[in-house]
């Protein structure tokens, strides 16, 4: 089945800077979305990319679907953005396979 | 806020005990889904149903029971649990009949702990 990689697995950041969070997969896939899962559980969709480049205020993701990766791009980092970011790809056989997660701390 | 609605929030019960965890979701999507996430892991998924129908069990106990009573509603009751099934229970909904055709919202789920 397909692999899901993310990195890093941990990032710890000042507010204010910015980050890149990546996701490899290991074969070709019908889309990819991205969540944010904050401390307390809550499970956010960012984006819902299988290709191209999407903007939603300071978070922007692009997909590079013919080379199996995608880039998630975090501006101006606030404290509300710490928490988990996975990512998660849907095979030709439409299962979803999540990636493991980078952490995000975010300090003041 | 989350337009897929969870509850209860916490719950805690004996593994005798019968509960019930309910989900809602008004949007008028087709597809609601029962996933399970351990501290520190991605969700798992649990069950699908599309159209009102059940189309993915993967593989879960029979100590969990999932009933769908219309498009909006989803419940999964839980009978005789294991103290390794306390999780996150969440739930998500999307708008097409089927994994991946469209993107997932998910409630805030339920903290289940089992004692």
């Known amino acids: 089945g397909i692999q899901v990689e993310q990195s890093p697995p941990d990032l710890i950041l000042q507010e204010g800077a910015n980050s890149t969070l990546r996701c490899n997969f290991s074969d070709s896939v019908n889309n990819l979305q991205w969540f944010h899962q904050n401390p307390w559980g809550q499970l956010i969709n960012l984006f819902y990319?299988?290709?191209?480049?999407k903007q939603n205020g300071r978070l922007s993701a692009t997909t590079v679907a013919t080379e199996r990766y995608s880039l998630l791009y975090i501006s101006s980092s606030q404290t509300t953005d710490s928490g988990v970011y996975f990512c998660?790809?849907?095979?030709?056989?439409?299962?979803?396979?999540w990636g493991a997660g980078t952490k995000l701390i975010i300090k003041p | 806020d989350t337009e897929v609605t969870q509850t209860p929030k916490h719950l805690v019960m004996g593994m005798t005990n019968k509960k019930s965890l309910k989900c809602e979701q008004h949007m008028g999507h087709r597809a609601m889904y029962w996933y399970k996430q351990k501290a520190k892991k991605p969700p798992e998924l649990m069950f699908v149903?599309?159209?009102?129908?059940?189309?993915i069990n993967e593989s879960v106990p029979s100590r969990f029971s999932p009933e769908c009573p219309n498009s909006s509603l989803l419940n999964l009751h839980l009978h005789a649990l294991q103290p390794e099934d306390s999780a996150l229970y969440l739930c998500?909904?999307?708008?097409?009949?089927?994994?991946?055709?469209?993107?997932?919202?998910f409630g805030n789920g339920t903290r289940l702990t089992v004692t």
């Open positions: 998500a909904s999307s708008r097409a009949g089927g994994l991946g055709n469209s993107p997932l919202h």
């Open positions: 149903y599309s159209y009102e129908k059940l189309s």
């Open positions: 990319i299988p290709s191209g480049t």
């Open positions: 998660a790809v849907v095979g030709l056989d439409y299962q979803l396979i």
